[in-house]
Each structure stands twice: as structure tokens, then as C-alpha cells.
């Protein structure tokens, strides 16, 4: 079974950057889709950012043109830059790939 371990999670002040890497334990060149979703407290998992095999992106209204994912296959990873972060955006974000299921998560805090 692979798994996902995501990465890079953290406490920052709004108006700051994050990183998030999403390690996977299979080869990734082949996933045909691959996604950050996140939950905040009390609220359902949405979907944060998605990317297919072809490199096509999808976000979610509200991080565009602030956040962009992106992958590495040659180490197996999977990426979210996050930019101009707010406090909306804390939650617990998550790496998925429809054949593999969902990472641990990790913790994102913006606050000041």
C-alpha cells in the first residue's frame, strides 16, 4: 500500500508563505490526479488544490492566485506553495490520490 506523509505545516503570521510537501511512497509519474484538501474545525474537507497527470490545476475560489500546487515525479512529491496566507486558511490540509487514500494531514495556524 502506498502511502502519502505530508510535510511543511506550521504556524505563521497572515500575509505569510508556507510550504507544503506531500511525500509519496509509490511512483507518482503515473497518478493521474493527485490533491491538497484541508479541514478547519467543525467545517467538511474541501478541496484545496488539484492537479492532473496532464498538469492541469484546479483551486479552490478563495486561493487563487495565492496558492499553487505542483509535483515532482523524480522525488515522488507532491507540492503546495501557499502565499498571502489568511486566517481562513488555517486547517488540517491533506495529500490525496484517488488510488491511495489521504496522508496524516498537517497543521496549518495563521495567526497573529
Known amino acids: 500500500q502506498v502511502q502519502l506523509m505530508e510535510s511543511g505545516g506550521g504556524l505563521v503570521q497572515p500575509g505569510g508563505s508556507l510550504t507544503l510537501s506531500c511525500a509519496a511512497s509509490?511512483?507518482?509519474?503515473?497518478?493521474?490526479?493527485m490533491g491538497w484538501y484541508r479541514q478547519a474545525p467543525g467545517k467538511e474537507r474541501e478541496l484545496v488544490a488539484g492537479?492532473?497527470?496532464?498538469?492541469?490545476?484546479t483551486y479552490h475560489d478563495s486561493v487563487k492566485g495565492r496558492f499553487t500546487i505542483s509535483r515532482d515525479n523524480a522525488r515522488n512529491t507532491l507540492y503546495l506553495q501557499m502565499n498571502n496566507l489568511k486566517p481562513e486558511d488555517t486547517a488540517v490540509y491533506y495529500c490525496?490520490?484517488?488510488?491511495w487514500g489521504w496522508g496524516q494531514g498537517t497543521q496549518v495556524t495563521v495567526s497573529s
Open positions: 492537479q492532473t497527470i496532464g498538469g492541469q490545476t
Open positions: 490525496t490520490a484517488p488510488a
Open positions: 509509490g511512483d507518482i509519474s503515473t497518478v493521474n490526479a
